[in-house]
Every structure is written in structure tokens, then in C-alpha cells.
């Protein structure tokens, strides 16, 4: 066992249907880097960050249990990947609550999550303000090097290294690692049917587990309405499931052909689907296959940042 290599760490909040800009933009990142063996991977499900916005326990049991069969349908390997649940392991709202202390309200009033909400009027929770605080104790707890995260949660790694060179400057000692956001640039962004970013939030996804008739659905759904004979929202999605040197002539030969164009991306998402749904249709039907997993995931990750928070302690003077 060598446990020299750089850790890796991300999260996923179980709060909605996947869709594949979740599986583009995150999930499949986080898969290869942690199953390349490069790395110590920790990959847990964020049902804290979850409760300021989903606030039932029977769909908080749900999606965290759809989650983590997601996760191993699109490949993760459980055997290799620490997988668990943040409210499984005590240590991270405990060291949110140290880092909310060194932190101050208008540093986190800058956080976009925070501007958005407060743009839109909305009532915010005091778990959203400290939403940043959560997300950084969840990163350094493990002395995370990299964080594979999509484009919108940038911003968020910069708080968890601004909190990390804090407490180490506050409290004199290089308790925690700086750790660095890993994104990837080509497809940084996935856009929806309506081409604006996929999101849960616009109606405007395609689900990860669709079946073909419904991804069929989704497909003619895409907006179009380039002049240039390319659709380009047809275009842009179609790129993340085959190359573009085979794209470019089919697109040339059926120029301004939405329809064919369409029926094409259909066929292409349900090829390249196919297999992840029927892994996940599998696991399905093995009820104790969850519980499992996170059990194992659990007693490691609680066992890595004990052994942090007792340095944590001593360096703030509680131990
Ligand atoms: P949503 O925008 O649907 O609410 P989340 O905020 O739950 O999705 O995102 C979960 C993860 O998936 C994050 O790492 C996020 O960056 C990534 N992600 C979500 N939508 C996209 C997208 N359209 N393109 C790229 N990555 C995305
Ligand atoms: N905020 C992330 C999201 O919305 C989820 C998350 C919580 C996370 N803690 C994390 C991601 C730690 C990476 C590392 O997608």
C-alpha cells in the first residue's frame, strides 16, 4: 500500500435526476482520475450540502441511494475509490464549524451561489451562506491535491485554499494542503436542448438513465435555429459522444437535415448509453449492495480525518 500518491476528492449533492452535463461535466472525470490509480480518491455523497435545498427524508434516502448506483454504474470502482457519505463521517461539519469561525461574513458574501440567490430575492439559509465552509472542511479534511468539479464550482476550491492558507497563517502550522480545482476545458460546460447550460433548474436536460424512447424525445426537443445549415445545440452535444473528424462529414453531407441530424444524436446517446443503464439496472436488483459500499467508505474515510481533526485540535488549542 503506498500511500504517497495525491489524493483526490469530490462531491456530488444527491438533489435531482442526473443528467449527462452532471456525467460530462463531472462524474466522468471524477471516474477515470479516480480509478487511474494516479491518485487516493475519496468521492462522497454531499447529502448535508443537499438538506438546504431538498428538506424530505424519503427522497434524501432515494436519490443518496440512486447516487451511489449511479456512480458505480458509470464505471467507479468501489474497490479502489473510498465512497461515502458526508454525513457519515462527523469530522466535516465539525471542522465547518472551526472554519466558520476564522472566516468572515463579507468574504462569503462574495461566494456567487450567495450574490445569485440574494439577486433573486431568495430567503437563504444560513447552511447556504456556509455553504463554501462545508465544501472546504470536505476538501482538506483528506489533504486533497485535486478536486475534479465542473466550471461553476471553481470558485468554490478558491474558498477552500483561501481557508486552508488561513487557518494555517492563524494558527501557525501547515495543518492543511493547498488543493487545486481539475476541469476539464473541452467540455466545461455542456449545454442543454435549449442551449444554455444544462441544468437540473432550466427543464432543459437530457436524464443520464433515459431510456431511448424518452432520449429520443429529448433529442427533438433541441432548439435550432442556426442559419448556417449546422445546428449547433445538436452539434455541441453530439461532439461529447463521438469525434469530430466523424462528425464534420456527416454534418457536411446533411446540412440543414435537422431532423436527420437529430435522429443521428438519438441513436449515438442511446449507443453510448446503453451499457451504463443496464449496469445500473443490475445493481437494482442487489438491495444490500448500497449499504455495503458505504459501510466500507465510511470506516476509511472516518479513520483519514480523525487522524486530522486530532491534528486540527491541537494546532487550535481544544486538545
Ligand atoms: P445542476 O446544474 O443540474 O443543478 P449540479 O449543480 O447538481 O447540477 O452539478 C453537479 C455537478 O455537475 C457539478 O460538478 C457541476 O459542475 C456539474 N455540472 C452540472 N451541469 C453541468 C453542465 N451543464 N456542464 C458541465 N458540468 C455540469
Ligand atoms: N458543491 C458541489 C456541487 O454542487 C458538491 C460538493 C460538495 C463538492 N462538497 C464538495 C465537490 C467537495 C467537490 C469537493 O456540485
Redesign the pocket.
Known sequence: MSDKKPVL?????PTGDLHIGNYFGAMRQQVELANSGEYKPFIFV?DY?ALNTMQDAEEMRRRTRELVMAYIAVGLDSEKVVLFKQSDVPAHTELAWIFDSITTMPYLMRAHAYKDAEAKNKEISVGTFNYPML?AA??LLYDAKI?P?GQD?KQ?IEYARDTAEKFNRVFKEEVFTLPEAYIMPDVAVVPGTDGQKMSKSYGNVIPLFASKDELAKRVMSIVTDSAGGRPENVYAIHKLVRSEQELEPIYAEHAGNYKALKEMLAEDLDHYFAPIRAKYEELQADPEIVERVLEAGKREARAVSEAKMAQVRRAIGVA
Open positions: 476528492v469530490s462531491g456530488i449533492k454531499a450540502h465544501m470536505d476538501i478536486v468539479v464550482q468554490h
